[in-house]
C-alpha cells in the first residue's frame, strides 16, 4: 500500500468547515477589541468627574495596551487560518512542511493552522 500523501477532498472539507467557525468567532472577538480600543462601546469615563477620571487614565492605557496586543494576536491568528484555507483549496493543507509527509488529524483539528507534526515542532526548537 502507497502512503497518502495528501488528504481526500472529503477530508478538507472537514478542515474547512472547523476552519470557517474559528474564523468566524475570530473576527468577532477582533470586532470587539477593536470596539473596545476605540471605545465605541460608550464605556468611557469621560463625561464623569476629574477625579474618577484621573484614577481611571493609568489603568485605562494599561488596559488598551493589553487590547491592543490582543487584537494584534488575534489579527495574526486569522491571517494564519485563512493562509490555512488557501492550502486546503490548494490541496497541500495538512502536509508537514518540513517532512512532507500528512499531519494528524487529530492535531489539525485541535490547531487548524498548523504547518508542522508536533515531532517536527519539537524538532526546530532543539
Known amino acids: 500500500m502507497t502512503e497518502k500523501r ?3 477532498d ?5 478542515f474547512r468547515s472547523i476552519i470557517d467557525e474559528k474564523l468566524r468567532l475570530a473576527r468577532r472577538d477582533l470586532d470587539s477589541m477593536m470596539r473596545q480600543i476605540r471605545n465605541a462601546d460608550g464605556n468611557d469615563v469621560s463625561d464623569t468627574s476629574p477625579t474618577y477620571k484621573a484614577l481611571e487614565e493609568g489603568s485605562s492605557s494599561q488596559t488598551k495596551e493589553e487590547l491592543v496586543q490582543m487584537a494584534n494576536r488575534q489579527h495574526e491568528f486569522i491571517q494564519k487560518l485563512e493562509a490555512a484555507l488557501i492550502r486546503i483549496k490548494n490541496k497541500t493543507y495538512g502536509i ?5 509527509e500528512l499531519i494528524p488529524k487529530e492535531r489539525l483539528r485541535a490547531v487548524p493552522h498548523a504547518t508542522l507534526s508536533v515531532a517536527s515542532k519539537n524538532a526546530r526548537k532543539k
Open 96 to 100: 508537514d512542511r518540513i517532512t512532507g
Open 6 to 8: 495528501r488528504y481526500n
Open 10 to 14: 472529503e477530508e478538507l472539507e472537514e
